[in-house]
């Protein structure tokens, strides 16, 4: 499928969560077969040539692509989580928001020195929250072989924030 073809699959809610913003809603490109497959089959292409030992997942948009993209990559699943989410010990980041800060947690074995690893979410706005699980990561001693998103909004210019890296999305919207 084309990036328009899928971009007709988004439901587009203006005002929500609060007045001034348009949400792009993913759940009505979800529930298409054929519009679900063309976004694991183009993301999992991207990065068919790299060595992958496992695709991290950001809660919660993030768990619906990233254990498929596991599964095509040959690689395994790991949950980055809000705090007190994950029942072991956990390294955490916290960062700012827009409109305040948040914290990310991964489990302190979930990803070992060298292993090269893929992060999934649904949405790549400003980038602070990619950019905090590759913090983690990074930390860990991971090496981020690259960061899929189904959604770019480029003029939050997130993709700044994360430089240096293979950033992939899909559809890509202006304003």
Do not use: W
């Amino acid at each position: 499928m084309t990036e328009s073809e899928l971009k007709k699959l988004i439901r587009e809610i203006p005002d929500f969560p609060k007045p001034g913003i348009l949400f792009y809603d993913i759940t009505t490109l979800l529930k298409d077969a054929a519009g679900l497959r063309a976004v694991i089959d183009q993301t999992a292409e991207h990065f068919s040539g790299k060595k992958v030992d496992c695709v991290i997942g950001i809660e919660a948009r993030g768990f619906i692509f990233a254990p498929v993209l596991a599964y095509h990559l040959g690689a395994g699943f790991v949950p980055v989580r809000k705090p007190k989410k994950l029942p072991s010990e956990v390294e955490s980041y916290s960062y700012d928001l827009e409109y305040g800060k948040d914290t990310l947690e991964i489990h302190k074995d979930a990803v070992g020195k060298g292993h090269n690893v893929l992060i999934a979410d649904d949405l790549l706005a400003t980038g602070g929250t990619a950019e905090a699980v590759v913090k983690l990561v990074e930390k860990l001693g991971g090496n981020v072989v690259g960061l899929s998103f189904v959604i770019e909004l480029e003029f939050l210019k997130g993709r700044e924030r994360l430089a240096g890296h293979d950033v992939f999305s899909l559809l890509k919207y202006q304003s």
